[in-house]
Nanobody, 115 residues
Framework: QVQLVESGGGLVQPGGSLRLSCTAP????????MAWYRQAPGKQRELVAS???????NYADSVKGRFTISRDFAKNTVYLQMNSLKPEDTAVYYC?????????WGQGTQVAVSS
C-alpha cells in the first residue's frame, strides 16, 4: 500500500500563509505527477494545483498568483505554499500522485481560514 503523508494544515487568519507538505515513497515520487486537491463541506473535490515529473505546473484560476506548488526530489516531497489565504480556501486538502492508470491519495489535512 502506497502512503502519501501530508502535514502543514491548521487555522490561519485571512491574509495569512500556510505551507502544506506531502511525502511519498521515492519509487513513486520520481516518476509520478503530483497534485493538491481540496474539498470544502458540501462541495465536490477540486484540483488546486499540479506538478509533473518534469516540474511543469498548473493551477486552478481561484488560486493563481497566491499558491505555489513545488517538488523536492531529494526529499521526495511536494509542497503547496499558500499565501493571501481567504475564507473560501477553507477545506480539507489532499495530496495526489498519478501516473497513467495508477493513482494514490493522502489522508487529507484540514485548512481553516477564519478571523
Amino acid at each position: 500500500q502506497v502512503q502519501l503523508v501530508e502535514s502543514g494544515g491548521g487555522l490561519v487568519q485571512p491574509g495569512g500563509s500556510l505551507r502544506l507538505s506531502c511525502t511519498a515513497p521515492g519509487s513513486i515520487f520520481r516518476i509520478y505527477a503530483m497534485a493538491w486537491y481540496r474539498q470544502a463541506p458540501g462541495k465536490q473535490r477540486e484540483l488546486v494545483a499540479s506538478i509533473s515529473s518534469a516540474s511543469n505546473t498548473n493551477y486552478a484560476d481561484s488560486v493563481k498568483g497566491r499558491f505555489t506548488i513545488s517538488r523536492d526530489f531529494a526529499k521526495n516531497t511536494v509542497y503547496l505554499q499558500m499565501n493571501s489565504l481567504k475564507p473560501e480556501d477553507t477545506a480539507v486538502y489532499y495530496c495526489n500522485a498519478r501516473r497513467e492508470q495508477f493513482e494514490y491519495w493522502g489522508q487529507g489535512t484540514q485548512v481553516a481560514v477564519s478571523s
